[in-house]
């Protein structure tokens, strides 16, 4: 195996960390390509890479690029790594942060907001009716449409979680259970 030179490792981990959308472990294997194409590391290093990235607490994609960097080029390679894996995103994420602090009181910015927050919550909620439909009998997907309904209506009265929690498992109790019924 060759080692990349400082200036190839930084390229490459600035690269494939900072043109993803999808998280580290997108990154991780961009990387790997990346790394085994050019035979700077193999399959067992890369695998032991992520294990210690697994392994240590934070973001693991950037445990992997220290990785990388200090096995490659040491010290200073695996500082390098970490600057060009976290500092391109750590500036966008602060003009983001900056921006929206300074647009925020505009009505139409807060309305957009309050879409974007609308359709992020249908679409988990969609996502986990469509995981867990399958494994529910046509009486239990009524009971949890019944629920469901009741926390949404106290929601929208304004009514604290303890309390939504505290209805929804009343309703749920006082429904006749699914083997009652047969």
Known sequence: MTRPTLHQLVTAVALDTNRTVGGGLVSIELLRRRFTRHGWIDADAHGLFVAVSRFTPGTVVLAYCVTLGWRLQGW?????????ASAPCSVIIFALAVTLT???HFPLVRTLLAVG???ASVLVLASAWHLIRPYLSERLRVRALAVTAVAVALIVLGATPVRVLFAGALVSCLLPSPEARQ
């Not at 200073?76 to 060009?84: E, I, P, Q, W």
């Open 102 to 104: 300074q647009i925020e």
């Open 117 to 119: 927050i609308l359709v």
């Open 76 to 84: 200073l390679g695996a500082l390098l790594a970490l600057t060009v």
